[in-house]
C-alpha cells in the first residue's frame, strides 16, 4: 500500500484469500516441535500481500508471513513466490549492516497443508509507524535514523541487475538499462494482459523506455534496493527509535534513485531522512525526467493490482490516466 501525496486514494494490493488459524497454528507447532496449545497466534494488518501472523507462546515473539496461493494471473511479474528471496536478502543484510531486520528461523516451500510458502521469523520489537504517535522530537529521529538505514541498504551491492532471488522473475543483467528496461516492459506485459493497457498504449509505453535507454546511467556496482520503505514497513519505538525495517520481499538490485523516488512518494524524504542519508533530497532532485520515469514504473503497478485483485475498474483507470500523464511529460 502507498499514500500517495497527491491525494490519490491508498491502494491496498491484499490477495483477499482467508486462512484459518488452526492451520498455521498446526503449522507452526510442527515446525518448532512445540505443542499447538502453548502457541497464541493473531492477524497482522501490516502487509497487504502476504498473510501475515503474530504468534505468543514460543520461547520468544515470532511472526508468520504466508504467500498468497501461486496464481500467476492475480499477480505481478516479480511477485510471484517472491517471499523466496527475503531469507537470503536479511542474512546479508544482518551479517554486513546494523540494520535492525528479522531473522529468520525458517522457511517452507509448497507446504502440502497449508498449500503456499510460508516463513517464521523473530519478531522485532516496537510498532509500524502508521500506528504509532510520535513527538517531533521522536519523528526527527525516526527519519534521520530511516535515512542512515537507506544509506547502507544501498551500499550493499551485488553481482548482476534486477530481480535476481531466488523465485527468479527475469535473466538478471550485467547492465542497469538493459536490467530496468526488461523489468519496465515486463510490467507493461502485466498491465495488458489483464486489460488494463490497450496494444497499442502497451506499444507507446515500450516506446517511451526505449527512448530513455541512452539516459538510463551506467551503474558500475548494483546496489540493494528495498522497494517497500514506508510507514508501515519502519518499526519505531515511542521516543522514535527505528527498531526495524521490514518487508523486504520487493527488493531489487539497480539504481538506488528508483528507491528514493519511491520514497518520495511515500513522504519519506523529510529533511532529516535527507540528513540521514547524507545526500541533498531537494524536491527538484525528483523532478527530472529520470527521477520521474521511476516513479512511473511504481505508479503502473497499481492497474493491475485494482484490475485483478480490487475488481475496481474506476481506480485502474484513474491510475492508466495518470500514468499517461506522467508519460506525456517524458515523451522525447
Excluded at 198 to 214: G, I, K, P, T
Excluded at 231 to 250: F, Q, S, Y
Amino acid at each position: 500500500m502507498l499514500a500517495d501525496p497527491d491525494g490519490w486514494r491508498p491502494v491496498s494490493s491484499n490477495m483477499g484469500d482467508g486462512i484459518k488459524t488452526d492451520l498455521v497454528i498446526r503449522a507452526v507447532s510442527g515446525r518448532l516441535e512445540c505443542a499447538a496449545e502453548t502457541l497464541r497466534i493473531r492477524p497482522v494488518q501490516t502487509g497487504k500481500f502476504n498473510s501475515t501472523f503474530a504468534v505468543d507462546g514460543w520461547s520468544s515473539p515470532l511472526i508468520v508471513r504466508i504467500a498468497p496461493p501461486e496464481d500467476r494471473s492475480r499477480m505481478l511479474f516479480y511477485e510471484h513466490r517472491m517471499i523466496l528471496q527475503e531469507p537470503e536478502i536479511l542474512k546479508a543484510v544482518r551479517q554486513k549492516t546494523s540494520i535492525p531486520v528479522p531473522h529468520v528461523l525458517s522457511m517452507v516451500e509448497r507446504d502440502p497443508e497449508l498449500g503456499r510458502d510460508w516463513m517464521i521469523m523473530a519478531r522485532l520489537p516496537g510498532a509500524p509507524m502508521t500506528g504509532t504517535v510520535l513527538t517531533p522530537e521522536g519523528m526527527a529521529r525516526a527519519m534521520r535514523e530511516t535515512g542512515q538505514h537507506l544509506s547502507k541498504i544501498h551500499q550493499l551491492h551485488g553481482e548482476k541487475f534486477g530481480y535476481h532471488g531466488e523465485h527468479r522473475p527475469m535473466e538478471p543483467s550485467d547492465s542497469w538499462p538493459e536490467a530496468f528496461t526488461t523489468m519496465w516492459n515486463s510490467l507493461i506485459d502485466d498491465i495488458e494482459r489483464c486489460g488494463g493497457y490497450s496494444a497499442e498504449e502497451s506499444h507507446s509505453m515500450r516506446r517511451l523506455v526505449e527512448s530513455f535507454r541512452a539516459e538510463l546511467p551506467e551503474i558500475e556496482f548494483p546496489s540493494l534496493l528495498h522497494m517497500d520503505i514506508w510507514h508501515e514497513n519502519i518499526l519505531v519505538a515511542p521516543d522514535g527509535k527505528v527498531t526495524g525495517i521490514i518487508d523486504w520481499d520487493r527488493a531489487l538490485w539497480g539504481d538506488p534513485m528508483l528507491d528514493l523516488a519511491i520514497c518520495h512518494y511515500c513522504g519519506i524524504t523529510t529533511p532529516e531522512f535527507a540528513e540521514g542519508y547524507g545526500r541533498d533530497l531537494k524536491a527538484s532532485a525528483f523532478s527530472t525526467p529520470l527521477a520521474k520515469l521511476y516513479l512511473l514504473y511504481e505508479i503502473q503497478k497499481y492497474i493491475v493490482i485494482n484490475l485483478v485483485r480490487r475488481g475496481d475498474r474506476n481506480a485502474a483507470d484513474n491510475f492508466r490516466i495518470r500514468s499517461f500523464r506522467m508519460a506525456q511529460t517524458l515523451f522525447r
